[in-house]
Structures are given as C-alpha cells and as structure tokens.
T-cell receptor, first 112, second 109 residues
Framework: SQTIHQWPATLVQPVGSPLSLECTVEGTSNPNLYWYRQAAGRGLQLLFYSVGIGQISSEVPQNLSASRPQDRQFILSSKKLLLSDSGFYLC???????????FGSGTQLSVL | KQEVTQIPAALSVPEGENLVLNCSFTDSAIYNLQWFRQDPGKGLTSLLLIQSSQREQTSGRLNASLDKSSGRSTLYIAASQPGDSATYLCGGSNYKLTFGKGTLLTVNP
C-alpha cells in the first residue's frame, strides 16, 4: 500500500532563517506531488506541483521554492523566512490526475 | 480560474440528524470532484471522489452528488454522530485540485 510521510510535524523558526520541509511517498512510482499551504481563514492554497523528477510548477509567486530530487521526494524550501510564511503546510500525491488525492499529516510552521 | 465555494461555513446539529453540505464551482471542466475530512491540526482524509461522468458516489453513511451543468456538489451525511465532527472540504480537479474553505461541522451528543 502507498503511504506519504511528511516532517517535521511542528516547526518554529525566526524571521530570516532558512526552511526545508521534506515529503516522501512510498509504494508507488512517478506520483504527481503537491505542496499546499493552509492559512487561517484562507483555505488551502496550492503552492507547487510536480509531475516528474526535476519538473516543478509554481502556482503563486512567493518566498518559497520546491525541488524534486528523486521520484518520490518533494522538498519545500526558503532561503529567508517571512512572517507571512507561517501556516500549515501539506504535501499530497496522486497517481493520476483523475484519481484520489492523498495528503500527508502536515507541518505547522510558525515564523516569529 | 476555478473558484470553489462551500456553504454553510459552519453547521451545528444534534446527533442522529441527517445533513447536507454544499459545494459550488465555477469551471465545469473538471476531471472529478472530491470530498475530504480534516480534523484539527491534521491532514486531509479523502472521503469520496466523483468522476466528471458520474452523478453520485456512496460510502457508508456518506453520499456525494455532482451536477456539472449547475456547478454544484452536495455531501449528504445520514444519521450523524459526534465522531463526524470535523471540517469538510470539497475540491474540483482539472490538472490541480482547487478547494473551498470548508464547512466546520459539529455534531452534538
């Protein structure tokens, strides 16, 4: 069966510090991978998606970047965090675009 | 650009009541419509997926319907239980899933 791992669960970082959140999927190959952010009162916002290694599409201009160094690994990064980067970050995957989307357990990021 | 709206934003019902959550979307060119459940501080759990060619899907006490022509989907929960308390989100999918802000459901014992 397929599983998705996301870590850390909670992160508190000072403004201006770097960020690296990692997501891995097990039990499947060539998944479509997504990073979402959920901020209070704003719903789920798609940040990045990837259909293959090294292929990254950005949905919203921002202070963040994403990379996919391996087939089942998706990384969300920032060189310098802003207060506005605080939120609940969720990684997700799907096998095909018309199939169910499965989410990781999320990372609560607080930038202080 | 796809926009998804969920009504109501919050709903409180007594245990045992049947209820309907509503979802509307602006772009009918979707592959599917998905319903999710989210508990506080947790990720989203997939409940039901309705393909664009389908009208409804059922899982246990849950039934979801899709009307592409009107841009609407409903999630029907039968005989609600306190364990159903959570936020319910719908998402319309083409190459990506666009979500509504969710309905916060509270089922009171």
């Amino acid at each position: 069966s397929q599983t998705i791992h996301q870590w850390p669960a909670t992160l508190v970082q000072p403004v201006g510090s770097p960020l690296s959140l990692e997501c891995t999927v097990e039990g499947t190959s060539n998944p479509n991978l997504y990073w979402y952010r959920q901020a209070a009162g704003r719903g789920l916002q798609l940040l990045f998606y990837s259909v293959g290694i090294g292929q990254i599409s950005s949905e919203v201009p921002q202070n963040l970047s994403a990379s996919r160094p391996q087939d089942r690994q998706f990384i969300l990064s920032s060189k310098k965090l802003l207060l506005s980067d605080s939120g609940f970050y969720l990684c997700a995957w799907t096998r095909e675009l018309n199939e169910k989307l499965f989410f990781g357990s999320g990372t609560q990021l607080s930038v202080l | 650009k796809q926009e998804v709206t969920q009504i109501p934003a919050a709903l409180s019902v007594p245990e045992g009541e049947n209820l309907v959550l509503n979802c509307s979307f602006t772009d009918s060119a979707i592959y599917n419509l998905q319903w999710f459940r989210q508990d506080p501080g947790k990720g989203l759990t997939s409940l039901l997926l309705i393909q664009s060619s389908q009208r409804e899907q059922t899982s246990g006490r849950l039934n979801a319907s899709l009307d592409k022509s009107s841009g609407r989907s409903t999630l029907y929960i039968a005989a609600s239980q306190p364990g159903d308390s959570a936020t319910y989100l719908c998402g319309g999918s083409n190459y990506k899933l666009t979500f509504g802000k969710g309905t916060l459901l509270t089922v009171n014992p």
